[in-house]
């Protein structure tokens, strides 16, 4: 298995990298004239790009708050949440963009992640 510090430093690229794959679908593709492949593009990397970000941040913030403990249990842990907080910001653009999403169903979707989470730990 990698090191931790390696599973860090993929995380900042994959986020730099969708960051610039985003910016470039957000910047070059209409909605009205998109084709499928190309929303499917955009939802990965909106995916792509929460998982990064999250975990990174989820990492960070454990490191900062428990300075003894197992990194690679941090990392696991920054990781499944970042998992699922990426599956919630595309289900809620998925939503959105079927134009169903208001706020109890956001909160329900929210309540169904935090369960899932509370039983996966």
Aim: no cysteine; glycine share 4%.
């Amino acid at each position: 298995m990698a090191r931790v510090s390696t599973h860090i430093w993929l995380m900042l690229l994959l986020f730099l990298f969708t960051t610039a794959l985003g910016l470039f679908f957000l910047n070059s593709i209409s909605p009205a004239t998109a084709n499928y492949w190309q929303f499917a593009v955009l939802y990965v990397a909106i995916f792509l790009w929460v998982f990064a970000a999250m975990t990174f941040l989820g990492y960070v913030v454990r490191l900062a708050i428990w300075k003894e403990g197992l990194r690679l249990e941090f990392l696991r842990s920054a990781r499944r949440q970042g998992v699922l907080l990426g599956f919630l910001a595309v289900l809620l653009v998925l939503l959105q963009a079927a134009n169903i999403l208001n706020l109890l169903t956001g909160l329900l979707l929210l309540a169904v992640f935090l369960l899932i989470e509370l039983y996966a730990k």
